[in-house]
């Protein structure tokens, strides 16, 4: 009797040990704002698959470019403070500006263990959820001979043609554009010469995508899911990863400073960062950052992805003087 009571009572502790973890993420409660870059579909997904695991936990959406994002957040510092909890933005150096300016909440214990340590910052207080490529997109009923490289797009026949977003909307284009204007071999001659033989800007990556689909425009650089994405759904586009290389964002996801609900910013950022997430990620034609699993279908092993390097704290420091020389080229 003795023997079968102790028993019971080990198997019992046993089993509150092994709930104690699920429990303590379960305990997150209230509401979270989450202010993002992320196409509004996307995150309605996102959102509703998060919840399924927490649902104690509301989440309020703010979406926007990441400019205008960062416009609406530095007015609210300004004002006092922002109702945000976390931001998830396709732009590291928004993200170094807002730590270098102590707006970010360091958080060490967050699950990284299976990203590489090059998506994650050193100090813990941001984290990349995705790895996004910039090439070129193209409408297939306009276009017989399919661009192979950015030199490629120089070619006046092309340029003509060609359609980009503005960095004075879209955090990934400054991104591109700065690494870009980086290399060697293209540097700011290269946008004069895209320029000069007609090339334009919209605005974010949507209004290149549109623009390709509906065959106003042949040739368009942006982010590879949206155009993926849109051949999925049947548009008549197809995309090429250039030869020379591909410009890289993260996606990073942080908690702000000044958040109100420290334990459920937290477990928005575990979720991101886990095995579910990152499925969900692949689904919506994303490359995952999990070690090991597979990208979504039709894209190349990430491991053969050439990428152009980018000197992160030279782009942080030449951002505005980027931005004022695009304008100068392509208005805005």
Not at 23 to 40: E, K, L, M, R, W
Not at 209 to 226: C, L, N
Not at 235 to 262: K, Y
């Amino acid at each position: 009797m003795y023997f079968r009571l102790r028993s019971s009572i080990v198997a019992l502790a046993a089993a509150v040990m092994l709930a104690a973890p699920a429990a303590a993420q379960d305990a997150a409660t209230g509401t979270i704002t989450v202010y993002t870059s992320q196409p509004n579909d996307q995150m309605t997904a996102v959102v509703d698959a998060f919840r399924k695991d927490h649902p104690g936990v509301s989440v309020e959406i703010f979406r926007a470019g990441t400019t205008e994002l960062m416009a609406k957040l530095q007015a609210e510092f300004a004002a006092g403070n922002s109702p945000a909890d976390v931001l998830l933005i396709a732009d590291t150096i928004a993200m170094t500006q807002l730590k270098n300016d102590k707006r970010l909440m360091p958080y060490a214990e967050a699950p990284v263990a299976d990203i590489p340590a090059t998506l994650v910052d050193p100090d813990k207080t941001y984290f990349g959820t995705k790895l996004i490529t910039t090439g070129i997109v193209y409408n297939t009923q306009k276009v017989q001979t399919p661009p192979t490289s950015w030199a490629d797009l120089k070619d006046e026949t092309v340029a003509s043609q060609l359609i980009m977003p503005s960095p004075l909307y879209s955090g990934a284009a400054v991104i591109h554009v700065g690494t870009v204007t980086q290399q060697p071999d293209f540097g700011w001659d290269y946008y004069q010469a895209l320029a000069d033989a007609g090339a334009v800007a919209g605005q974010g990556n949507g209004t290149v995508i549109e623009a390709v689909a509906r065959g106003e425009k042949a040739y368009g650089i942006i982010v590879e899911y949206m155009a993926m994405n849109a051949k999925a759904k049947g548009s008549p586009v197809d995309f090429v990863f250039p030869a020379e290389g591909v410009s890289t964002i993260t996606q990073p996801v942080a908690i702000l400073a000044g958040t109100d609900n420290p334990e459920a910013a937290k477990a928005f950022v575990d979720w991101q960062l886990g095995r579910a997430a990152q499925e969900q990620s692949v689904a919506q034609g994303y490359f995952p950052v999990i070690a090991g699993m597979a990208p979504p279908t039709g894209y190349p092993d990430q491991a053969t992805l050439k990428v152009l390097p980018t000197d992160a704290a030279r782009l942080l420091a030449d951002e505005s003087d980027l931005k004022m020389r695009f304008s100068d080229l392509f208005g805005g």
